[in-house]
Structures are given as C-alpha cells and as structure tokens.
C-alpha cells in the first residue's frame, strides 16, 4: 500500500514528495464527549481515516501525503459533560496559522485542511480569509460529511445528516475502533431530536450555546441504527468525496483577474 503517512515518512521523501508537488491533506479535528457509547477522540480517528482513504484515492492522478491531525479543536461547547480538550480561538488560529506556515516552507504549494468536527467550520473559514491573500500556498478547506453530502447521508436510515454521536458517527467507528464502541446500552441512548434547535433562533440569527442545551446524555441522533456496512459506505464517500476534489484541477486553479488592462489596482493571489 502507498504510504500517505507524513509522520510514517522520512525526511528525504518527504522533500521528493514537495518536489513532485504533492498535495498535503492537513486533518483537523478534536477531542470531545461522544455520548456514553463513543470515545472522545472519535473525530480525531474518523477525519484521519476518510483523509488517508482519500489520499490513496488520489494518489494515481497526484501524490497526496497526509500530515497528523490535529486533535485540538474548538469544543468549548461539549465541556459541560467533561473528557473534552479544547482551545481558546485565539490558540487555534495560532495553531493553524504555523503549521501551514511549515507546511509551506518546505515547498508544498496545494493544502487541503480537512475538517472532521462542526465546532471548526467558521474559525477555519475565517483563518482562511486571513492567510490566504499572503500565503505562498494555495489554500482549500471542507468538512468531509458536507463534501460528500447525499452521497454520504444515503445510507442512514434515522437522521438526515451526520449529527454527533448518533447513527452515522456510530457506524463509521464500529468500523475504525470497534473495540471502544459500546453498544450494551444502545436502545437507551437514542436522542433523534437533539440538536433541533442548538444554534439557531428565529430565521437568521445566532446564539452560542453549550451541548447540555440540548441534549441530556451528550449525543444526538439514534445510535441504535448504526452497523458497520453503514459506517464503510459512508467512510467511502467522504473519502471519494475529498480525492475528487483534490484532483479537480479547477480547486487548485489561481483566481482569475478580471479587471481591464487600463484598471490597475493592487495585486493578488
Ligand atoms: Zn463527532
């Protein structure tokens, strides 16, 4: 098998690999409650694991090599029910912002932040606008369930989309760690409403507001529905989801530059 590992690598191929233009998938995650059935680091393993799937996919058309995940995420949210790490924002955009520094400085010019954890979407978006006007590389980021949509959620029967800790989360981990899922209390467990109103109010607003608001056991969703098959379908769409858009030249193309020759302006990237 291909070895996508950054840290299974050594450092002289590595330095082929950022000669060969690579692309490197930079997995972002956490380390959060699951509910009482799933492991805390269960975004951290599922997002390394779509991502390494995905690069291997890819690899043909492009090399593709994986750099560790980053497990510290922005969770403050699930606190309330303990064996949750996160970070302030601040540190999170710092964290960020250096790694796709290094990243860069070795001659990687493609880099795909791939995201596994709800709680990272607006600060990843956010940290991208900042960056990317400057940056050397070209930067690109997704949450793997929304690229791969429908043909993710097509194979849960009781939610529409992924949600946490319920039947999605659930399958694809009883395909990763199958040991850590503890299905003796399954029937009990289930909370299909939770998460109806965890953000929003009214049509267009936004409150923050922690998990316990929501949810009495820490998941939402029915974990009762979950089985492995599932969890390997959708394991599969995302991954297939992140290696088409890897190789879709267009997410890599520059930004095309409109303005009349007589324009002028300031320059960009
Ligand atoms: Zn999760």
């Not at 930067?139 to 039947?167: I, P």
């Not at 009214?202 to 056991?217: D, I, K, L, Q, V």
């Not at 969703?221 to 089985?227: F, I």
């Amino acid at each position: 098998m291909i070895e996508v590992d950054w840290a299974r690598l050594k450092a002289h191929e590595l330095r082929k690999l950022a000669n060969e233009d690579a692309i490197v998938i930079l997995p972002i995650a956490s380390i959060e409650q699951h509910g009482p059935h799933l492991p805390v680091m269960t975004d951290t393993r599922l997002g390394q694991e779509v991502a390494h799937r995905a690069a291997r996919k890819a690899y043909a058309k492009r090399p593709v090599v994986v750099a560790p995940t980053v497990w510290s995420g922005l969770s403050e949210h699930h606190m309330p029910f303990g064996g949750t790490l996160t970070l302030s924002h601040d540190t999170f955009r710092r964290v960020l912002r250096d790694l796709i520094e290094a990243i860069t400085r070795q001659g990687f010019k493609d880099i795909l932040i791939s995201n596994a954890h709800g709680g990272n979407i607006i600060a990843m978006q956010q940290i991208l606008d900042e960056l990317s006007p400057t940056s050397k590389a070209t930067l690109v980021a997704t949450t793997y369930v929304m690229e791969a949509g429908e043909d993710l959620s097509q194979h849960l029967e009781d939610q529409l989309g992924v949600m946490h800790a319920g039947e999605a989360e659930t399958s694809m981990m009883l395909v990763c760690e199958p040991d850590l899922v503890d299905l003796s209390n399954v029937d009990k467990i289930a909370n299909p409403e939770g998460g109806k109103d965890f953000l929003s109010a009214g049509r267009n607003s936004y409150r923050w507001r922690p998990f316990a608001h929501m949810t009495e056991n820490g998941l939402a969703g029915n974990p009762a529905r979950s089985n492995a098959e599932k969890g390997e379908n959708m394991l599969e769409a995302g991954a297939e989801a992140l290696a088409k858009l890897m190789v879709d030249p267009e997410t890599w193309a520059a930004p095309k530059d409109l303005r009349l020759a007589e324009t002028g302006g300031v320059p960009f990237r």
